[in-house]
């Protein structure tokens, strides 16, 4: 789940852009049972207990709604993707069944994963390693893409479009790695133009992004205080800022704190140099401790603050709360350094996040793929064609719907010159060969997909830790209840999510110019599952837990009536006024580096450096996981930087 959070490099707070949510306790025994969670337990069977049926009707009743257009079967991992990658989990192909189909075919690399990372390293061997060598993608989801997908809703007429996972990217150096890249793809602007106010009365501040909190800093900001601080019905403080907290039902302690926290005081009183480069002094330091400690001491913030009204606001670029992560989490990203001109304009977003950069990708690996020009707007315009990703004898191949369940050498992963690599499809086992293999799939699969991989991998692997992440998108006929309040924003601290923002999206595709309370809009409510003071491990396990066992129909259920609740005051009508709801769950969304996973511990090598030294027999690895901070750029570096490792030692 890169991109979906970013403090902006530069900004005071490392708050005031945080994208947040914290879970929505079931308060079930199962949750309870914490890392065995999961273990032998299939989906079909976890979905019963949560619900206490049957799951004959789990695809429709635990995905849900996928909204329309070429991505309305693949929102998050559905119910079919997440039973097929757990049944791999579950050694149900070992050993591969006697009826494995062998297709004949040979490829001189494979790429297991199709998302940024994956994508990337196809495109990046296609142009490095000669016009005869032939590269095929292996992508379990029913489109390309990763967590850079969209969804899409039709609205009284009106096309509306949203990012599924990945959503931001930052402008870089106009000559730097990144820059260079995206002109090579067709993405040669990175500045977008956004759309305008056309709405009636004083204009209204607008994010650009789910993520900005624009108002907050305007007065057009709201906090909701629910039944957690004995708030029955709840209330609103609009404007927390300007009212400096004042109203709030917490303790004048709190008060204070939340205020130097968001009005950018406590930044400012701040006296901290950040890290320069990555493995300096200071890097290494932040690295020791966790995110928690660093902004008590930093900020003088409250362990209870931190947990009570922050979490997992801040960490959640890394998808918990700052008490599991290294604080390292907290700059990681920045050491990329994006091109700040001092203009604001760093931090940019796509109508459907980052799926325009993997639809550019895919164009560029595979022109026939997407109808129309390599350009931006090419490929938002543009008809997918889903005939062309897979053609015989074309020298890149992207096949849909084909979860990988097997890697291995043929003989001694030292001297063997192949690699044989099974994929499930449509109920049936496939075998393909191959010279080589980048595995752009994230740690969570990696580790069981290779059956040879080493101890010294293995280890590593184990010490990559993933919690879950659900990104709701709820379609509203009109904004009008928000203008009534004089918010385009707002944050709560119990139920589903913990805040959304109004935005105005770039203009390219079926985007109108402008925008105005009258016009439907999508709220993108993104959900976390943090349990402070749990282990990092431990945690994931239980977000797990808590959103497999959660249909769909409760979570719309929760959702509607967390809105009745809020918006009722202002006109708000769930029946008339919410149009559609989508979910994208993800079930290991985020890589959660805990204290010492960027540079070691106790003497001992750095997880991640372990798997990057270079390649396993003829594998190498990519995927953001390698760089520990979850950006679609680290996504495209590691893929340059495992080809790169092919290359030059695997297939030289």
């Known amino acids: 789940m890169t991109d979906t959070m970013r403090r902006i490099p530069g900004d005071r707070s490392i708050g005031m852009h945080a994208s947040i949510t914290r879970r929505d306790f079931l308060g079930s025994t199962l949750l309870a049972s914490g890392a065995s969670l999961l273990d032998g337990w299939n989906p079909r069977q976890l979905l019963a207990i949560g619900r206490g049926s049957a799951a004959a009707d789990a695809q429709d009743d635990w995905t849900g709604y996928g909204g329309i257009g070429e991505y309305s079967r693949s929102n998050g991992n559905t119910y079919a993707v997440m039973e097929a990658g757990h049944r791999m989990r579950d050694g149900a192909y070992d050993p591969l069944p006697p009826d494995t189909i062998d297709t004949g075919e040979t490829y001189d690399c494979v790429v297991v994963g199709g998302g940024i990372s994956g994508l990337a390293a ?3 061997f296609q142009r490095q390693s000669g016009p005869d060598k032939t590269c095929l993608i292996l992508e379990n989801h029913p489109i390309f893409g990763g967590e850079a997908k969209q969804n899409e809703f039709e609205v009284d007429g009106k096309r509306l479009v949203a990012h599924q996972g990945s959503a931001i990217y930052l402008v870089p150096y106009p000559h730097s790695f990144i820059a260079r890249f995206y002109d090579s793809i067709g993405l040669c602007t990175p500045k977008l133009t956004y759309q305008k106010w056309s709405g009636s009365g004083t204009e209204m501040v607008l994010s650009r992004t789910p993520y900005d909190s624009a108002g907050l ?19 609103w403080l609009i404007d927390p800022v300007g009212k400096k907290m004042e109203g709030a039902p917490v303790s004048g302690a709190a008060r204070r704190e939340l205020y130097r926290w968001f009005s950018g ?30 902004m008590m001491e930093r900020y003088g913030l409250s362990r209870e603050t931190i947990r009570t009204f922050l979490s997992p606001v801040e960490g959640g670029g890394s998808g918990l709360g700052p008490d599991a992560l290294s604080a390292f989490c907290e700059y990681a990203a920045d050491l990329l350094h994006p091109w700040d001109d001092g203009s604001g304009e760093v931090v940019q977003m796509f109508p459907g996040g980052n799926t325009t950069i993997a639809r550019l990708m895919t164009k560029a690996l595979l022109p026939p793929s997407i109808d129309g020009p390599a350009t931006v707007e090419g490929v938002t315009r543009g008809t997918l064609n889903f005939a062309a990703l897979d053609v015989p004898n074309a020298r890149a191949r992207l096949r849909l719907s084909s979860t990988a369940v097997s890697v291995h050498h043929d003989g001694d992963p030292a001297k063997a010159s192949s690699l044989s690599i099974a994929y499930a499809k449509d109920g049936k086992i496939f075998r393909v060969k191959a010279r080589s293999a980048v595995m752009a799939g994230g740690s969570w699969t990696t580790k069981h997909i290779i059956k040879d991989l080493p101890e010294a991998q293995r280890n590593a692997y184990a010490q990559f ?21 004089g918010i385009t924003g707002c944050r709560w601290f119990e139920g589903v999510g913990n ?40 945690q994931g396990h239980r977000g797990r837990g808590e959103m497999i066992t959660t249909s769909f129909r409760d979570y719309e259920r929760r959702i509607r009536a967390q809105f009745t609740e809020m918006f009722l005051g202002a006109g708000f009508d769930a029946g008339r006024d919410i149009a559609g709801i989508v979910l994208n769950r993800w079930g290991h969304a985020y890589l959660n580096p805990q204290p010492g996973f960027f540079f070691g511990k106790d003497g001992k090598p750095a997880p991640r450096d372990v798997l990057r030294a270079g390649p396993f027999g003829r594998i190498t690895f990519a995927n953001t996981d390698l760089a520990g901070a979850m950006d679609h750029r680290y996504s495209i570096l590691e893929a340059d930087r495992a080809v790169r490792q092919l290359l030059d030692q695997v297939l030289s």
């Open 499 to 538: 805040y959304f923002d109004v935005r105005r999206q770039a203009v390219c595709g079926d985007v109108p110019p402008t925008i105005s309370p009258d016009n439907p809009i999508v709220l993108t409510l993104k959900v976390l599952y943090a349990y402070p003071g749990d282990s990092t491990e431990n």
């Open 265 to 294: 005081a406590a930044a400012d009183q701040s006296k901290f140099d950040p890290p320069k480069y990555e493995g300096d002094e200071i890097s290494r330091k932040l690295d020791a401790v966790s995110l928690e400690q660093h």
């Open 217 to 235: 800093g305007r007065g057009e900001y709201g906090f909701w205080f629910g039944a957690k601080f004995g708030q029955k019905p709840g209330m």
């Open 465 to 485: 830790y993933r919690s879950p992440c659900m990104m709701a998108n709820v379609a509203v006929r009109n904004w009008r209840f928000l203008q009534k309040m």
């Open 122 to 124: 196809a495109l990046f």
